[in-house]
């Protein structure tokens, strides 16, 4: 992947997501990446769909070069994510998790599961994900076979 300056970021969370989210988006910011915030914009209940889709959508369209989803779980916004078929959305809560997600699926949204992780542990994550590049070979037919 490209240095974090170079790139635009596309967030999505919900209630349960907010803070982490925010959090993030500062660390995002302070590093020189471009961010786009789809919401939810605070800690009101709401549906994940909502900010998981146009997020997605971004993403797919090239708008973005890669998403991050915040939910209570991360589960709720790789299902959302991952209904595009552009979309490879992965739930991490480990930095091997999220290097081997780029390594060998070319995920391009890490979902992070708020209700779950640290913020630190958090950062740790997103740091692997953002170095780490697509290994392609064997893993590139494989991605392939994705499409129905």
């Avoid at 790789?78 to 739930?91: F, W």
């Avoid at 997600?101 to 640290?118: M, S």
Wanted: glycine content about 8%; proline content about 3%; overall charge negative.
């Amino acid at each position: 992947m490209k240095p974090l300056q170079e790139m635009t970021v596309a967030l999505a969370s919900d209630h349960a997501g907010f803070g982490l989210k925010s959090m993030i988006l500062l660390y995002l910011e302070r590093e020189g990446a471009k961010v786009i915030d789809f919401g939810c914009y605070s800690m009101e209940s709401c549906d994940f769909p909502d900010f998981a889709h146009p997020m997605a959508e971004a993403v797919e369209k090239g708008e973005c070069d890669f998403g991050i989803g915040f939910c209570s779980t991360g589960n709720g916004m790789a299902i959302a994510a991952n209904r595009y078929s552009g979309i490879r959305a992965t739930v991490c809560w480990e930095p091997k998790m999220a290097k081997n997600a780029r390594r060998f699926f070319d995920a391009n949204v890490l979902c992070l599961p708020a209700g779950n992780i640290a913020t630190d542990k958090a950062l740790e994550v997103l740091q692997k994900f953002c170095e780490t590049d697509f290994e392609g070979g064997r893993y590139e037919r494989r991605i392939n076979k994705l499409a129905i």
